[in-house]
């Protein structure tokens, strides 16, 4: 994805934003520390960690603890305009699907994702992440 320097700058602070929030992870069964942040159409940054449960399957990741956080302090009628994940486990993280399908319920789709990938951060345009969401639209 071509971004401009300053679109490049505020994602780079996103991922800190991410990065920061990791160092709060419940994750005594993984050990995988993830953060997210989600930057807002009304300017706002908020952030998640994935906690986790001893019933494994309950456990919830950063984006999705970011999401319902950003609902939760400013309303169902939140746009996201950025997203960034990162971990300090220095591996490469993609968001997981189920947290794809959450955050195209808010997102923009041609919002930047920030993920770790192999090779360093990789950004995506969120339509390119998550092609055809299921949708539910009643003939
Ligand atoms: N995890 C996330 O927080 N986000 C993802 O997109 C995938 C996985 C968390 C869940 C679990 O606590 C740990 O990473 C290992 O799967």
């Known amino acids: 994805m071509t971004l401009t320097n300053s679109t490049q700058t505020a994602l780079d602070d996103l991922y800190e934003n991410a990065r920061q929030a990791a160092r709060n992870s419940y994750s005594p069964y993984s050990r995988f520390r993830v953060g997210a942040a989600l930057r807002l159409t009304n300017g706002e940054i908020v952030t998640g960690t994935n906690v986790e449960n001893v019933s494994y399957g309950l456990t919830i990741c950063a984006e999705r603890s970011a999401v319902t956080a950003a609902v939760a302090q400013f309303g169902p009628a939140i746009r996201i305009e950025a997203v960034a994940v990162a971990n300090l486990n220095e591996a490469a993280s993609p968001p997981c699907g189920a947290c794809r399908q959450v955050l195209a319920e808010f997102v923009l789709p041609?919002?930047?994702?920030?993920?770790?990938?192999?090779?360093?951060a990789r950004v995506l345009p969120f339509s390119a992440i998550l092609p055809l969401a299921f949708e539910m639209k009643p003939k």
């Open 110 to 120: 041609e919002a930047p994702v920030i993920f770790p990938a192999e090779d360093g």
